[in-house]
């Protein structure tokens, strides 16, 4: 079974950068398309990129000055780094797989909680 | 930006009752619609999937309908595990997702 979890820190300062691992079990991060996804307190929810089975990224346009989306293989891991973090970017992030682009989610992490605070 | 809005944001119901949720897209979309149910601290699960297809392993009480701009997600007979969030998530442009139905035991 495919299985996705995030981790990262809980905390990050204002004008930091936010960085988070999405660990994949059951599946190679090879094939298909992999995202990170965020919901706001309040819960709006914000397709922030993805990285696809080659390595090519796709991002938000809102937040692509700031957003870069890595991966390690060897590791079947992929990344996820947000820079020059605000209050505004307090939220839980969820990283998620798609078959293809633009798609609907098959599986989802449970999500990582990060506040952005001094 | 295609936008999606959710009614009700807040639904009470009893366990056997018929539920219907509704999902507003801001321009048509065609059928390219799914519905998650997310519990508290759980993943999302995805249950529906191109706006009618059920998601392999979903029980048969819930169901998907619509096209266009306007869809729903009913539950057939409330079941206590069903109390979650649901929302919806348009995928004919980009990703866009409504902002959720909380479903609650009255």
């Known amino acids: 079974e495919v299985q996705l979890q995030e981790s990262g820190p809980g905390l990050v300062k204002p004008s930091q950068s936010l960085s988070l691992t999405c660990s994949v079990t059951?599946?190679?991060?090879?094939?298909?398309?992999w995202g990170w996804i965020r919901k706001f307190p309040g819960n709006k929810m914000e397709w922030m990129g993805y990285?696809?089975?080659?390595?090519?990224?796709s991002y938000n346009p809102s937040l692509k000055s700031r957003i870069s989306i890595t991966r390690d293989t060897s590791k079947n891991q992929f990344f996820l780094q947000l820079n020059s973090v605000t209050t505004e970017d307090t939220a839980t992030y969820y990283c998620?797989?798609?078959?293809?682009?633009?798609?609907?989610?098959?599986?989802w992490g449970q999500g990582v909680m990060v506040t952005v605070s001094s | 930006d295609i936008q999606m809005t959710q009614s009700p944001s807040l639904l009470s119901a009893s366990v056997g009752d018929r539920v219907t949720l509704n999902c507003k897209a801001s321009?048509?979309?065609?059928?390219?619609l799914a519905w998650y149910q997310q519990k508290l601290g759980e993943a999302p699960k995805l249950l529906i999937y191109?706006?009618?297809s059920l998601q392999t392993g979903i029980p048969s009480r819930f169901s998907g309908s619509g096209s266009g701009t306007d869809f729903t997600l009913t539950i057939s007979s409330l079941q206590p595990e069903d109390v979650a969030t649901y929302f919806c998530?348009?995928?004919?442009?980009?990703?866009?997702f409504g902002g959720g139905t909380k479903l609650e035991l009255k």
């Open positions: 998620a797989r798609s078959t293809r682009v633009p798609y609907y989610f098959d599986y």
């Open positions: 059951g599946y190679s991060i090879t094939s298909n398309y």
């Open positions: 990285i696809n089975y080659s390595g090519s990224t």
């Open positions: 321009q048509n979309i065609y059928k390219n």
């Open positions: 191109n706006a009618k």
């Open positions: 998530q348009q995928y004919y442009s980009g990703w866009t």
